[in-house]
């Protein structure tokens, strides 16, 4: 079997777990791994065997043998090495959301068509199998048109504390749900209206509440609460509603589909997203990774998103958070 050589750019909290997933696809080797932190490169290369370790990503998208690259940089750093590694011919897969600016948005989707790679961005709610189901139910036809939906993902305050000085819960989270009420429903916003609470001190609020009125006509509420009580036994509390004029979908993950209660209390884990089964991750993050490299393997242009569409995912939400900030409805 033919193995795709990938590497991953930062090695944060999720690019480790891109490196736990990439070691349960069978047709992918970890080629490399890249970090300006060297010690944080020296413990994620000896834990996942990397071949090749790298402080500097240029260097690393000079390698001839390196096919594939995940970006897992913060979002706020997202456009320079996209861009970059898709003019060095590779194929890039980089994490939601896109960028922090529509204008990097916009290079990084130019620089995504002129380029020879595949590219694809992350939206790992796109292969959580429920919403998976939901799209083909819809795309038959079976609820009839969307009038309605309405989207919550809510982590208690202790995960919340730990990204809310780099990012906040609306483009943080409530892009997920953007992007699957925009794939459901084929449409997109014209307008929004946002609000926020904050109470820590955080750089960002402590919660986001979204309102959305699709081209279709169709009306669309998110919200994102990162302040749950600690005690809360699930990391997330996520669940999606459509009503159509003919039907309705209801889906309800990940609480409360695995519940385990010990000496210490009761906790909720994920069985969704990036689950360890038999020793190995699995779940969507793994699927998504495993669906890129079966791109990169085959020739076969990735179809599940396109670039154009995170890009719309990101606008939305970034009128959302023009919304909060100023008190207005923020036309698009």
Same mark, same amino acid.
């Given at each position: 079997?033919?193995?795709?050589?990938?590497?991953?750019?930062?090695?944060?909290?999720?690019?480790?777990?891109?490196?736990?997933?990439?070691?349960?696809?069978? &047709?992918?080797?970890?080629?490399?791994?890249?970090?300006?932190?060297?010690?944080?490169?020296?413990?994620?290369?000896?834990?996942?065997?990397?071949?090749?370790?790298? !402080?500097?990503?240029?260097?690393?998208?000079?390698?001839?043998?390196?096919? #594939?690259?995940?970006?897992?940089?913060?979002?706020?750093?997202?456009?320079?090495?996209?861009?970059?590694?898709?003019?060095?011919?590779?194929?890039?897969?980089?994490?939601?959301? *896109?960028?922090?600016?529509?204008?990097?948005?916009?290079?990084?989707?130019?620089?995504?068509?002129? /380029?020879?790679?595949?590219?694809?961005?992350?939206?790992?709610?796109?292969?959580?199998?429920?919403?998976?189901?939901?799209?083909?139910?819809?795309?038959?036809?079976?609820?009839?048109?969307?009038?309605?939906?309405?989207?919550?993902?809510?982590?208690?305050?202790?995960?919340?504390? !730990?990204v809310?000085?780099?990012?906040?819960?609306?483009?943080?989270?409530?892009?997920?749900?953007?992007?699957?009420?925009?794939?459901? #429903?084929?449409?997109?916003?014209?307008?929004?209206?946002?609000?926020?609470?904050?109470?820590r001190?955080?750089? &960002?609020?402590?919660?986001?509440?979204? *309102?959305?009125?699709?081209?279709?006509?169709? #009306?669309c509420?998110?919200?994102s609460?990162?302040?749950?009580?600690?005690? !809360?036994?699930?990391?997330?509390?996520?669940?999606?509603?459509?009503?159509?004029?003919?039907?309705?979908?209801?889906?309800?993950?990940?609480?409360?589909n695995? *519940?385990?209660?010990?000496?210490?209390?009761?906790?909720?884990?994920?069985?969704?997203?990036?689950? *360890?089964?038999?020793?190995?991750?699995r779940g969507?993050?793994?699927?998504?990774?495993?669906?890129?490299?079966?791109?990169?393997?085959?020739?076969?242009?990735?179809?599940?998103?396109?670039?154009?569409?995170?890009?719309?995912?990101?606008?939305?939400?970034?009128?959302?958070?023009?919304?909060? /900030?100023?008190?207005?409805?923020?036309?698009?």
């Amino acid at each position: 079997m033919k193995k795709v050589k990938h590497a991953v750019l930062g090695l944060g909290w999720f690019g480790e777990k891109h490196c736990e997933a990439l070691a349960a696809i069978p &047709n992918v080797e970890l080629h490399a791994v890249c970090t300006r932190n060297s010690g944080r490169l020296a413990e994620v290369a000896q834990k996942f065997g990397a071949k090749k370790t790298f !402080t500097d990503y240029h260097v690393m998208l000079a390698d001839p043998d390196l096919e #594939s690259v995940s970006i897992t940089t913060m979002w706020d750093q997202h456009a320079a090495p996209a861009i970059a590694a898709l003019q060095a011919g590779k194929h890039v897969f980089l994490e939601k959301p *896109m960028a922090s600016t529509l204008a990097d948005c916009d290079a990084i989707v130019n620089a995504a068509n002129a /380029a020879r790679g595949f590219f694809m961005v992350g939206h790992i709610c796109r292969f959580n199998p429920r919403y998976a189901a939901a799209k083909q139910e819809i795309a038959a036809g079976k609820i009839g048109k969307i009038i309605s939906m309405y989207a919550r993902r809510n982590l208690p305050a202790w995960v919340g504390a !730990t990204v809310l000085d780099k990012i906040g819960p609306i483009i943080g989270d409530c892009v997920h749900d953007t992007d699957l009420m925009f794939w459901f #429903s084929g449409s997109r916003a014209v307008s929004a209206y946002a609000q926020t609470v904050k109470f820590r001190a955080h750089a &960002n609020p402590d919660l986001g509440q979204v *309102m959305y009125r699709l081209e279709s006509g169709a #009306s669309c509420i998110l919200e994102s609460v990162w302040c749950l009580p600690d005690t !809360t036994p699930f990391q997330i509390d996520e669940r999606l509603e459509v009503v159509g004029t003919e039907g309705s979908i209801s889906i309800h993950d990940t609480h409360p589909n695995l *519940m385990i209660v010990d000496k210490s209390g009761a906790r909720c884990p994920d069985t969704t997203y990036w689950p *360890m089964i038999h020793g190995q991750l699995r779940g969507a993050l793994r699927d998504e990774l495993a669906y890129f490299a079966n791109c990169v393997a085959t020739g076969g242009k990735p179809t599940v998103i396109t670039a154009e569409e995170s890009r719309e995912a990101v606008r939305a939400c970034l009128a959302a958070e023009q919304s909060a /900030a100023s008190g207005l409805v923020v036309k698009m």
